[in-house]
Each structure stands twice: as C-alpha cells, then as structure tokens.
C-alpha cells in the first residue's frame, strides 16, 4: 500500500513548488529513489496535465563514471542534456542514497571537471534560470543514521518537514522580509567564536516558502561587498559531494 505521505509530497510539488499545468514538460531526475515514490510524482504530475520525461540514476553506478570520466565524455553528456533542458519547462530532482559518502573517493580533479564542463553550462546555464524546478533529498537509513535516529522517526521528520503548509509561511514570513529590506548593519554571535557584522543595505530579501528547495524557509539576502567582519565557526558537519567537512573556522577581514 503506497504510503499516504508520498501523495502529499507529491501534491505539494507539483501544485505549490512547479505550479504544474497543460503546458508543461516536467523531467523528473531521481537518484536513488524507491519506484513507488517515482511513480506516485509521475502519476500526480500527468494529472495536472504536464508532459514527462524521466532519468533514473544510480550513485553507485554515476560514481564509477565520474572516477576516471575524460574531459571529453563530460561535454558529451552536458551537449545531450543541454539540450534535452532546454526542452523542458519544469525540473524536479529527488536524491536519494544509501552511502552519503559514495563519491568520497572520486577524484577531485574529476569532480571539479564536472562542475566546470557539465554543472556551469547545464544546471547553472538553463536549468537554474530557466525553468520552475524543485530539487529535495529523500529519506534513507544512512541519512537517519547520521542524524542520529532511527529511520521511522527520520521518516516522520523528513515528511512532516517538507509538506508545511507554505502558502502559510509565505505570509508568515512577509515581516521579516520587509525589516531585512530596510535593514543596513547586521551583526551575528552564535555558539564557539561566531561574531561577526555585515551590511546588507539596498541588497534586498527573498523568503523561500516552497517554490525551490524543499524542505524550505530561509530568508536569504546577501552582505554588501567589503563590509564583513569578524569570525564565522561552524558548529555542525557539512557534506558534499561525498566529503564530510567539520571544524571550519573562517576570519574575515573586509
């Protein structure tokens, strides 16, 4: 029996995220990811209309590819898939994975390659600004297992995270969007040595409220050029691109 959390999820993202209607020519992307969920996206998404097309793909299989992936085979790929994007309206990624650190070991000079040759032209070329896309993660076993859970609770979080009521939030939101707009200096203590200030006068706000990444929130603006001071520590493990990063500790200076 599909799982009633997946039709929310799926729901959410093709109404709320995608705003999916006749028009559209959705790619669903999922790594990873159970077959029911996949299909659930992709029943939910014909319903409103949307034509799809779909790439199903393997972390253990795109890692054996990337690890000795020549310059050229790169631009193959990012040739064919620029212009299967460019076709497209809508993108929806769903990355799953049962080894967060699957691409541990690919080599740096492969992954940078890949984000110069594919991820420039492809994701930050067309995809980013021009389509309506939503990308999220899916809950896993080792995903729980780094967060310290037992994968049914992590379940529940993920779900109960990501299907919020956004449209709520939007207008939740709103005042912290306009305080920010007329906000000149900031200044930012949190836990170890964090202290720092920042102006963010005439740049802006954009409240996230569900269109994009999911599960969603933010409130993000960005620092005036040269107007950063102080220290940054981060205080929790990043991961990417199969590498945990821990212990960062920036100072800035102008």
Request: with cysteine; glycine share 6%; net charge negative.
């Amino acid at each position: 029996m599909l799982d009633p959390r997946i039709t929310r999820l799926a729901e959410l993202l093709c109404d709320h995220s995608l705003r999916l209607d006749g028009d559209d020519k959705l790619l669903i992307h999922a790594f990873d990811i159970p077959n029911e969920a996949v299909a659930e996206l992709v029943r939910v998404a014909q319903s409103r209309g949307a034509q799809i097309v779909l790439r199903l793909e393997s972390n253990v299989v795109r890692r054996q590819l990337l690890m000795n992936i020549e310059d050229r085979n790169i631009e193959t790929i990012a040739g064919i898939e620029a212009h299967e994007m460019e076709q497209m309206t809508s993108y929806l990624a769903l990355r799953g994975s049962d080894n967060i650190t699957e691409h541990a070991d690919v080599p740096s000079d492969r992954l940078q390659a890949w984000g110069k040759l594919y991820s420039q032209p492809v994701v930050f070329g067309i995809r980013v600004p021009k389509t309506k896309w939503s990308v999220l993660r899916w809950p896993t076993s080792s995903m729980a297992q780094a967060a310290g859970m037992s994968t049914a609770a992590f379940e529940d979080f993920y779900f109960k995270a990501c299907t919020l009521d956004y449209s709520k939030m939007a207008v939740a939101c709103a005042p912290l969007g306009e305080l920010m707009n007329r906000t000149d200096k900031v200044r930012v203590v949190g836990p170890g040595d964090t202290d720092f200030t920042l102006s963010i006068k005439d740049i802006g706000a954009v409240p996230c409220t569900g269109q994009a990444n999911i599960p969603d929130g933010e409130c993000f603006s960005a620092p005036v050029r040269e107007s950063v001071n102080g220290i940054v520590q981060f205080n929790t493990a990043s991961l990417f691109e199969g590498t945990v990063f821990e212990n960062i500790r920036y100072v800035i200076k102008d």
